[in-house]
């Protein structure tokens, strides 16, 4: 199929997904619309529901309350009502399969979900200016999942009337923002006969025209839910009755951050979201902390974690509360395989629109695509983490982001010339 | 009218509005079934609605999505329309007036909001096992506010029949809990012409069958609201680039517990309500804390401010985040009329129940009600804070806090037959 | 014995105890210099030495070689070498007796210690003015001691060469400051026999000519010495094998301070004198905090040592350390006795330079002559505490402090008055 | 010159030294004992005094009274007294040159002090079983440069008796623990004519046996030193009227530990040493910090440094303190020249004892050898860090560390080897 080099069918698609961001297990009107493209592209077998999931792995699910208003909202947008009713309960994402002859399984992996950001609204802001920034105020693609769901489309559109030995997967991935999609994936075993599996990211620092052909320096990760509890009482009358939950995060918070960094490599603590207590006048009986830490390595993640958890129960301890400590998703650290490298650096060189190849860099973050190349390296299978560089003004999850739409031909070009020499390659 | 010791009426009354507690501003329910009993009671005149509040200073209004909320709801109870039409906005709150003949004018105030508190579901909490426990999860009335309305409801009962010179006036205050409503009632104008005003609170530690007669010892109360604003930044791939307003806040809310103990007296300081971040790996951008502080007299509670302020400050500017910081609703100290406590003392040493008479006691909160007394006061008149003795269970303001029913009897008996003695001392 | 109002001997005895502040337990030089007034005034008994203060009861003493370099130092002034000698290992103090006939036994007590504050050397200073600032430096009669041992001087002055019934008794009490002198001289039994005690402080904000008869509001006090042991480790490479005990001791001292205050009266908590660690390049393995606490009652004070206790532990478990804990000098609340009270109002009333007379008045600090009050009471005496105005420029325990020479001669003048009266009454 | 493999002389020196560790700026035993031995050796020229160090240039010199009693410590010890007086002032360290024929200049850099910090004594810590465990409590060889200084010597011992081309120059360097010794002797211009540097370090985690031929990860370091000044008060009477220094820093060390960790690489922080506050009831008037930032980069240090001032100006300011900050020591990062790590590599591919070479290692520390490397490499010389590994039961700056003596002979020789090498290689 024949397109100009900058893909207007590309940049429509990425804006209306830009337009109408959904967070985790949300996706209702993405995967719906995802659906409908691969329907009008008319793939083998599309996969959505409860299916794509193992059975009670998905992690940080919403509240029901919180599901029903997203999905309320997809379907006010129109789209199939069939398919929205599938993912009733938070079962997003996709898997889509296309055929060809004998030959290796090749997968890609994109993300769908949005953020829990504000988007900007200011001249110079290009989803603003030209009509297409989030109509879900308080939520944003901020991190370009927007760009990797179009690629993963555009991708398979490549191939779709193209003659190729083997299969080629492509999975639209829910989740990925709370590290929650991809395990149940992986556990549900759609991955397992995979033989090469490319999984990708736009932006990451690196500038439009560059290709980092193996990301590596993953972050391990783990979330986690800390809940204070106190005792109530009147702040006026009788302050030293109380037990107040809001100190003891505080407390928490302060100390979290003040962890020791590692002489062994690099460690993050966020406490990302955080809220206690009900009115000026109480004394705090309620607190929580949603945060992760970080590792660059699994053992790095791993002393985080139990520093962190060190320190939140002697936080609740030294205010008189309780606390409960719930882990939530968790994902290990990741490399890549030079066998997909190599294929990628010789694809990118030849590609239109790159102008710098670096065989690696470094993530410098976390992502569950490590449990999807970790469930397909144990298997005996190939993986790779690929960058699409992008001029983005603003940084990752911040409410400037965006990406520089030359980007979305130069991805979609790159991962298919690497998934057709994967094809092929693996046949011989 | 006659009336048993354990007057059913009474006690009916307050468990009914035990079961629908209102926070701040949304008392709609509760004002309307007041209104309902006023017209049977066949009362001189009820003022509802916005001439009953000073325009511009109502404070800490909730915003009209959460008054749509409430008014809906108290709707669905079937109380009369028309009332709630006159309260839209959150103008809740009455003044119920009785003319006798030539006379002084007395004034009683109660107030009748809830608080965004849990009510306890367990056995030995008498509501939840008698049936009147908050059908409105989350809020309670946790402070006896259901029971001062059923006093101000039952002394009108007590004088609706009988012949008595001068006017009686009871305020059925909204807001009290965010230290809001007396002031625009007071600015209002209503209370120009009162000369004596009776003020009253259940409970605050002392015993069933104790009455004090004037209360003393409260705390002069400022609320702030202080809103952290930083910059997001992703908090795997590069923190540093965040600037993070719930460290900034955590930093704020140790440094405001502690601002050093005054040697002049005391005061308090209560970061009640906080929270911060969107979502687990991105650095956080936004945070507040809704708090407040109080001091034994004005001038302490401005040493509180304005440290309190100070650390605000400081603590934003750490973290390079911009912070505002707004000051909400403000009650001044207050000191009680020997004139009124005298009649208190007289009455209660003649009513039966009473078995303890304080001629002072200690507050040690805040209370509005010292806007209301002060205006009288300026205006010559006299004011006192009485306090009803009831058995409570818990604590105020935690979700076992319970009042013992046989203080709804004594409390009325004492304050009808002071308002009965200033009417008529007042017209000597 | 006749002297000038304003009296050369007192303001040279007071200028020279002045610019030789000695710390607690250190007050080498100022007891050897009183001795050597009594034995001019000619006292009937000058008790000094270990058998002043109850074996083992002594809190809070230096370690053995501060003590040796205060007494190398007081050595140095020309003082008795003698006395000097038993007051080796910090016996310091001293209790002079009056023989009169038969009658009561009357008491006064004085402390003479010194504090580790650096004096103000500056214009309008006095003490730097005048030549007489301390030339200890880091040491300053900051809390007026100087003035209350010229007190106990002046007194006996007043009454050697005077015929009167009973016996006085001066206590020159050692280390008030560090709540540590009394208890050992309450428990020698020193004043068992004691019918009447009167304690005595300059300032305290009431200005020269103002007499407090009876001080109340004495808070309750306990010092805690809290010791953090961590683990060292090389602050660049290896961080995280650290266990930090300045992180433990900084988080201690942010949540001792946020102690909450308490609906029952006044508390205090103070972090007074903190450190830890020895290089820059090591994390930190000790760290200690040397603090107190207080409370308008014994029970509020023990509220806050709990708490304190709490948070030392908690704070010490958070960062992986251990933490021993040790209470230091505890001093309880008090109360001063009307029969005394009455005495020195009538005195006051006569007295030259006495211009206002407040029967009681506020300390707000703490004070061991608490143990002493407490001890007398116990035995069936009487006790009071009493306040001698004077205008001072800084606050107690500011560099800038200082007292108005004018109340030397009052205070010697009311107390001594006093003191005969109570003589005299007694043997009624 | 023979010598077994177990050198007993190395040993001895070694553990001589060991037994009196002296802290940076200090050494005036060390030197002069060094020097003894150098005289022994008798080398051509041996540079001791301020003519070694730029004027000015010395940073975190002790005051003079801790200066002199380490030197008088050090006269004690018998060693030279002429010696001792060139020292006088802290004018520690020394430089020995061996001058060959014509030929390139070879420069080996050992540093000499020791740690503030106490030395274990206990059963399984070998200077403790032998009897060369400090003998100056609360100081320690916690690094292991008396295996350095030792290692200078040694090689020295190695060319004395040979014929060579060119000079060698060992500097014994004071001060690196303070980051202090490099830069004056960098700035004196004593290695301008350097055409290869070779620094040296033990341990650092690598085993005995293994070399680490150009040691890469330095931390660029900055030393601050923040002083708070508030305002003391009676901590019982009026805690209000204090502006508390010591909650200041508290508050500081809590947010510079929780500094956000850096995307770009490895950075650090370190309250190092605090203390504050003179007396448990007094407001803190002062404290003080003494810490550190450091950063894989230069820029990365810069970032630690800039935020480290924000929070301390900050705190200040939260608690109406003035602060201070002065920056103290700096060090850049550095790298080691790919000419002399391939000498060291092939050197110590034929050396006895040696079982494992890495071309590379990470210090993940700071040093302030990369004054001196950075000045070689301006001046167009190579220069090349070295480890030798060694078996160390602790670990760096803590009470247990110790080397394997091993690695003394081992160390010895693969430094005099490359060396050898690098003499002759530049004369080519």
Redo the contacts between chains.
């Keep these: 199929m024949a397109h100009s080099a900058q893909d207007d069918w590309l940049v429509s698609l990425r804006r209306e997904l830009h337009r109408r961001p959904e967070p985790a297990w949300c996706e209702f009107y993405t995967t719906a619309r995802i659906v409908e493209e691969l329907r009008t592209l008319d793939v083998d077998e599309i996969l959505v529901g409860p299916d794509l999931l193992a059975e009670g792995e998905r992690q940080e699910v919403p509240d029901e309350k919180t599901l029903d208003s997203w999905l309320e909202q997809a379907r006010e947008t129109g789209v199939d009502d069939d398919v929205l009713d599938k993912l009733e309960g938070g079962y997003t994402g996709a898997i889509a399969t296309l055929e060809g002859g004998d030959g290796p399984t090749v997968a890609l992996r994109v993300d769908i979900d949005g953020?829990?950001?504000k988007e900007a609204d200011e001249q110079g802001h290009q989803p603003a200016e030209e009509g297409f920034r989030s109509i879900h105020e308080?939520y944003m693609h901020a991190?370009g999942h927007d760009a990797h769901a179009t690629f993963g489309l555009g991708v398979l559109r490549e191939f779709v009337d193209r003659e190729f030995d083997g299969t080629l997967k492509v999975i639209f991935q829910p989740a990925e923002?709370?590290?929650g999609g991809a395990r149940p994936i992986a556990k549900s075993g759609h991955l397992d006969d995979v033989d090469a599996l490319l999984a990708v990211h736009i932006g990451?620092?690196f500038p439009t025209g560059e290709i980092v052909a193996g990301m590596e320096g993953f972050?391990a990760?783990s979330?986690f839910d800390a809940r204070f509890t106190g005792?109530?009482?009147?702040?006026?009358?009788?302050?030293?009755?109380?037990a107040?939950a809001?100190?003891a995060?505080?407390?928490a918070?302060?100390?979290l951050?003040?962890?020791?960094?590692?002489?062994?490599g690099?460690?993050?603590?966020?406490?990302?979201?955080?809220?206690?207590?009900?009115?000026?006048?109480?004394?705090?009986e309620d607190?929580y902390i949603?945060?992760?830490v970080?590792g660059e390595t699994t053992e790095l993640m791993e002393?985080m974690r139990d520093r962190a958890e060190?320190?939140l129960r002697?936080?609740a301890?030294?205010?008189?509360c309780e606390v409960s400590v719930e882990r939530?998703s968790e994902a290990p650290s990741a490399t890549s395989d030079d066998r997909i490298v190599e294929e990628v650096v010789s694809v990118a060189e030849r590609t239109d629109g790159v102008d710098s190849i670096l065989r690696s860099g470094t993530?410098?973050?976390?992502e569950d695509a490590t449990y999807l190349m970790g469930r397909v390296q144990e298997q005996g299978g190939d993986a790779a983490y690929v960058g699409i560089g992008t001029d983005h003004p603003g940084?990752?999850?911040?409410?400037t982001f965006d990406v520089d739409e030359r980007s979305l031909d130069i991805g979609v070009d790159v991962l298919s010339g690497a998934i057709e020499r994967l094809l092929g390659a693996a046949s011989e």
């Design positions: 953020l829990p950001q308080g991190c923002e709370v590290v990451l620092d972050l990760v979330h005792t109530p009482a009147h702040a006026g009358g009788h302050p030293e009755q109380g107040n809001v100190q995060m505080a407390t918070v302060q100390n951050y003040g962890i020791a960094r590692h002489g062994d690099a460690t993050r603590v966020n406490a990302g979201e955080v809220a206690g207590g009900t009115a000026s006048n109480i004394v705090p607190a949603h945060g992760e970080r002393y060190t320190v002697s936080a301890e030294m205010h008189d939530g993530l410098g973050g976390s940084g990752h999850h911040t409410a």
